[in-house]
């Protein structure tokens, strides 16, 4: 259904737009030529088309979550810690941020 001139008039004025009539005009022919695309692609038959989140098939290659490097020990946990300014037993100790 095309829009016509007094209703992108009152569309403009509901958001508050100053708009002449040429412009106005000019967006009615716009608006309708949107509306036209929209029809157009609710007419195409989309039955048995599986919604997609993503117009590509995309997929994150993500590595795995597993530890990569280690020391002697096993364990490289002292030794990020022994620069931090407090820790304890294994914990970083951190100032009261929450009262």
């Known amino acids: 259904m095309p829009l016509t ?3 992108v008039e009152r569309i403009a004025q ?13 967006a009615r ?5 949107i509306l036209g695309l929209i029809e ?7 039955a048995g088309i599986e919604p997609m989140s993503h117009a590509v098939d995309v997929v994150q290659r993500l ?7 280690r ?3 096993g364990k490289l946990r002292d030794l990020y810690q022994a ?3 407090e820790a304890e037993a294994g ?3 951190v100032p009261r941020v929450v009262e």
């Not at 022919?29 to 030529?33: E, G, M, W």
């Open 5 to 7: 001139l007094p209703e």
């Open 14 to 26: 509901l958001a508050r737009l100053e708009i002449g009539k040429e412009e106005a005009e000019i």
């Open 29 to 33: 022919r716009q608006l309708n030529d």
């Open 40 to 46: 157009a692609m609710q007419a195409v038959d989309t």
């Open 63 to 69: 590595r795995a979550d597993a530890v990569t490097h």
């Open 71 to 73: 020391d002697a020990d």
């Open 83 to 85: 620069g931090a300014p």
């Open 91 to 93: 914990l970083y100790l």
